[in-house]
């Protein structure tokens, strides 16, 4: 298991701005693809955008144009930049990691596939 620690949630009106954060902690060489995902009451959870080792992004169409997402592999973090929020963004937000690869206590090199899911972070937007 690689632990990922988010933050950054909460309570915004329509048309307002968060910022998500997603770390990755241990002894870290390599990390995979990263990203984030949703999930509102009664859906299911679905793909927001994530980006590539090379920086590479994706996003769900909804978001394009208002999310931006970046990574800084120094500090094994994932960033979510929300602006122009609207009400069909509120849900848990889940960050991902789809490979990892860290020394052992030993300082053996390990290569792991995942995905490794964070804990969520509620984002909601209502006026």
């Known amino acids: 298991q690689v632990p990922l620690v988010e933050s950054g949630g909460g309570s915004v009106q329509p048309g307002g701005s968060l910022r998500l954060s997603c770390a990755a902690s241990?002894?870290?060489?390599?990390?995979?693809?990263m990203g984030w995902h949703r999930q509102a009451p009664g859906k299911e959870r679905e793909l927001v955008a994530q980006?590539?080792?090379?920086?590479?992004?994706n996003y769900k169409d909804s978001v394009k144009g208002r999310f931006t997402i970046t990574r800084d592999n120094a500090k094994k973090t994932v960033y979510l930049q929300m602006n122009s929020l609207k009400p069909e963004d509120t849900a848990v937000y889940y960050c991902?990691?789809?490979?990892?690869?860290?020394?052992?206590?030993?300082?053996?090199?390990?290569?792991?596939?995942?995905?490794?899911w964070g804990q969520g972070t509620q984002v909601t937007v209502s006026s």
């Open positions: 991902y990691l789809d490979s990892v690869g860290y020394y052992t206590e030993h300082d053996v090199p390990v290569a792991v596939r995942g995905p490794f």
């Open positions: 241990g002894r870290i060489y390599d990390l995979g693809t």
């Open positions: 980006i590539s080792r090379d920086g590479t992004t």
